[in-house]
């Protein structure tokens, strides 16, 4: 016999979980007295649900694995709401672990602490399933399950309720078995479909293939890679697909959704191949993103020709769709050779687009100091901030997950826990953070965190003293602006010294260079506060 608690403990040790987020109360504290007795699992105590939440995202997107979160009934689970609409957004392999009040209080609505009717209803549409054991048995028998959900097919977050009296109780169970990802079916009935794939792409003389978050996740890099190279066909991305293909690479042409030549590029191609993203309507058709006939390989048919009608639909686990189509592709030298004049142009171009809209405005130095610091195997995580919008275009990621975002449901606050999350599962990758001085406030105080769990990485809170965008978005719709977008911001540097973190002032992109160059060799933490104006990248012809 042995305690729930010990039980799923030692199951999330043979899983691999090296760290988990959270906040102990009076519902979860029999989990904390397990987690105690493992040293193995390093607990990463946060100042709130939200922000713990944010930073599983973070760690999970670093492509570790799991991201795990802890809470508590009631309050503590609804704050993992807005973070858990993101993950669900972008595809992030949360597990969200939190409590119900007691197997005799369930249900019957007497007022018990922290009670709330339905509780997991509030997670039925943002998590891919929401398991909720009612006794010791199937808390054991469910959690291999949810562990599995998270990582299986189209990853996401997952919602897991355990009620607070189960976690002292004893029940028959071993920890032998280890809670693994599926296993790819061997099955492939989608081989036709393929055929017929290639032979399309080998007829067509202007492919471009689409890509975004879901090849990040599935890892997928190589496979796109390759086959970019071996049809001649560019790549446009998503925000967090940037950096599949490294973007100094001749075939990589950056965000889908850039105007100019990107959108002339997508005009004249012939065939889009799509894989690993669902050609969501934020990313793509709201944006005026073009496509050709479309070839949409993807796990289902969930996103199958919902803003694009699509010619040929190959659904299946997207790794093994991605290594078959390489290995037709390359091995068959399909289109090898063609396009090569074009493209070039279209680089050149891009190029020349970049330097006069560097003549107009200062952003594209910033962004040019973010990329000179930040070594090439570093990641930038942006926040929904003007500096960060401007990232999401020219800024070049040379890496999956170079430069990641809070694109699954544009939420502000993200950026400076995620980037703790992500530093957390990655301590040798050098990670920078943007956030805006209305999204740092969001979670300013796990400065605390930062300090406790020791971590050092800069984040630069560009401070305008409003909320920036929402300002000109009121100008562009209604030609009047500044109505409850200002902001009264505490001293920054001052704020950041009263948790014992070093901070200072910077206003022009050399300073910003000099500071951020300090803070990541110092690896310490640093907050840089950036007082500059930026235009509307989205009102860019």
């Known amino acids: 016999m042995a305690r729930v608690s010990d039980l799923i403990v030692r199951a999330l040790k043979k899983a691999g979980v090296r760290h988990i987020f959270g906040i102990p109360s009076i519902h979860n504290i029999g989990f904390y007295d397990a987690l105690r007795e493992e040293p193995s699992i390093r607990h990463i105590l946060c100042r709130q649900e939200a922000c713990a939440t944010h930073m599983a995202d973070g760690y999970a997107r670093a492509g570790k694995g799991v991201g795990v979160v802890v809470t508590s009934t009631g309050p503590g689970a609804c704050y993992m709401a807005a973070p858990l609409v993101e993950a669900w957004g972008s595809l992030s392999p949360v597990l969200a672990v939190t409590t119900n009040v007691a197997t005799d209080k369930i249900g019957i609505g007497t007022g018990t602490l922290h009670e709330l009717k339905e509780q997991d209803l509030i997670f039925k549409n943002i998590t891919k399933e929401r398991f909720c054991p009612r006794t010791g048995e199937e808390v054991l028998t469910m959690i291999p399950r949810a562990w599995q959900k998270a990582l299986s097919g189209r990853t996401g977050p997952v919602y897991f309720e355990v009620l607070t009296d189960l976690w002292d109780r004893e029940v028959s169970g071993s920890d032998e078995g280890s809670p693994l990802p599926e296993t790819a079916s061997t099955i492939e009935p989608w081989l036709e479909d393929l055929d017929r794939a290639v032979g399309i792409l080998g007829e067509t003389e202007r492919p471009v293939i689409v890509a975004g978050s879901g090849a990040v996740r599935a890892g997928i890099g190589a496979e796109i890679q390759a086959l970019a190279e071996a049809l001649r066909a560019p790549l446009v991305t998503n925000t967090e697909g940037k950096g599949l293909l490294p973007e100094d690479h001749d075939l990589a042409f950056g965000h889908a959704a850039r105007r100019g030549a990107v959108r002339e590029l997508l005009k004249t191609s012939t065939v889009a191949l799509a894989i690993g993203t669902r050609l969501r309507s934020v990313d793509y058709q709201r944006r005026g993103v073009f496509l050709p006939r479309l070839i949409h390989i993807d796990w289902d048919e969930t996103w199958i020709g919902r803003n694009y009608p699509t010619e040929l639909a190959i659904l299946g686990d997207i790794r093994t769709i991605a290594r078959r189509l390489t290995e037709k592709i390359v091995t068959g030298a399909v289109g090898r050779g063609k396009r090569t004049g074009p493209v070039s142009t279209l680089r050149e171009r891009i190029r020349e687009e970049r330097r006069a809209i560097a003549q107009q405005g200062p952003e594209m130095e910033y962004l040019d100091v973010l990329r000179r610091v930040i070594p090439r195997d570093g990641s930038l995580v942006i926040d929904n901030t003007l500096l960060g919008y401007w990232a999401e275009y020219f800024y070049q990621s040379f890496r999956p997950g170079g430069l990641m975002a809070a694109k699954g449901s544009s939420i502000i606050g993200f950026s400076f826990p995620a980037a703790m999350g992500l530093k957390i599962a990655c301590p040798e990758r050098p990670v920078v953070a ?15 965190t930062c300090r406790r769990q ?88």
Request: proline share 5%; hydrophobic share 45%; no cysteine.
């Open 434 to 448: 943007v956030i805006g001085d209305g999204g740092f406030l969001y979670g300013a105080q796990e400065m605390a």
């Open 454 to 541: 020791g971590l050092g990485f800069p984040v630069v809170v560009l401070n305008n003293g409003s909320y920036g965008i929402i300002d000109l978005l009121q100008r562009q719709f209604y030609g009047r602006g500044d109505f409850e977008t200002d902001l009264l911001n505490p001293d920054l540097p001052a704020l950041a010294a009263a948790f014992g973190i070093g901070a200072e002032r910077v206003a022009t992109p050399q300073g910003l260079e000099r500071a951020l160059q300090s803070a990541l060799a110092s690896k310490e933490m640093r907050v840089i506060e950036l007082e500059a104006a930026f235009r509307d990248p989205f009102a860019l012809k």
